[in-house]
């Protein structure tokens, strides 16, 4: 059941087309001007062509909404009711790097030896800090020029969706059910679903955001913010002794209670961590937020509890001194809600398989879109997108995963179209 050769021509070409063009056009987003949607007016730039080229493509309730969302919908060309599935990328590039003036360069027949993209600061990838790199040897690889990010992360899943519609208009005998698409803005800054309308998704949704090819990811992180304010008492230094209770000093020594070896600059994999941000304050205030997190929720409960513990311990240590604390739950564990629905990891697996690329189960060390929209109804998993080593100046992807992304997603929905409804 593997694509004909000519189909994955054709997804070669049109998917490395789109991207190339895709990373040409500057889309940062920006966290400090989170409570816009979108928060960068640039985003438009690249919502506007991928609504002109859908509309091209024949899809159908092609919109761009006032919030930069683009929806269309290609409608199922098989006789029998399948379930609307969806496919989701973003707009935006990570602000840790300038995404102004992309300059992508295809490095051919990559021969497995640095890729010195610039001397002075050296921006070098190599095999021995990127392993994967010797699985690519011989093919040729795309990445920036050195002075910003390549922004693979996500135009490479905008660029696979949008060659998989290319190639469903090419080749009808390509069987699916209906698709809804999907791109957002602000999926960096966190925000990708704040403006998002529901009713437009797919009822199974896969973003296409992940990175190596073959990457599934069903989990992310279970996370909580916490604020802590410690409330002192200010007194004329000289004059202190007994009376003064310096939030400074105690909030420091709490700090130091923490265990260190719970942090992220100590954990890998399944492990779990608190994470002070930031700390603000003075003798009669102080304060710092602290973010929690672990792939069960339990076990951030049990983190939680530990922290009102060390308060009360606290308190009682110094009896002028008050701790406030606020806890608020960010985002669960997808695997939570994709638990109930196994056949939408399932068919992604398969579909995968059939691509001829071997199938890598992971997990999210942070949060995604997907694990929102799961919370909010939608299950979403993670599927790969290819490129590696986002938000840096390092990013690359090899020209062979823009098609297997594509690939996927044309086996994907065959398979959905297959099931039919449930
Ligand atoms: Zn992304």
Known sequence: MSLKPETRDFLQKESLERFLHYVTIHTTSDDEKAGKTPSTERQFDLAKI????????????????????????LPSNVDKNTVPIGFIAHIDTSNAVSGENVKPIIHKNYDGSDIVLSADPAVVISPSDVPYLKKVV??????????????????AGIAEI???????????????????????????????????????????????????PGEIENECFDAYMVELTFNGVNVHPGFAKNKMTNAVNIAGRYLADLPEWESPEHTEKREGFYHPMGISGNVEKCSFKMIVRDF????????????????????????NLKIEMEVKHQYQNMREVLDNYPEVIELAVKAIELSEIKVIQNYIRGGTDGSRLCQMGIPTPNLFAGGMLFHGKKEFIAESSLRKAAETIIHLSALWADKGTD
């Open 50 to 73: 991928l609504r002109d080229e859908l509309k091209e493509l024949g899809l159908e309730k092609v919109e761009l909404d006032e919030y930069c969302y683009v929806y269309a919908t």
């Open 162 to 212: 949008m060659a998989a519609m290319a190639a469903f208009k090419k080749f009808p005998q390509l069987k699916h059910g209906e698709i809804r698409i999907c791109f957002t803005p602000d999926e960096e800054i966190g925000m990708g679903t704040a403006k998002i309308t529901l009713d437009k998704l797919g009822k199974y949704c896969y973003t296409v955001d992940g990175s190596e």
């Open 138 to 155: 011989g093919e040729n690889i795309i990445t920036a020029s050195g002075d910003t990010l390549l922004g693979a992360d996500d135009k």
């Open 296 to 319: 069960e929720n339990q076990a951030n409960l049990t983190r939680i509890e530990a922290l009102k513990k060390l308060n009360a311990a606290y308190e009682a240590r110094y009896p």
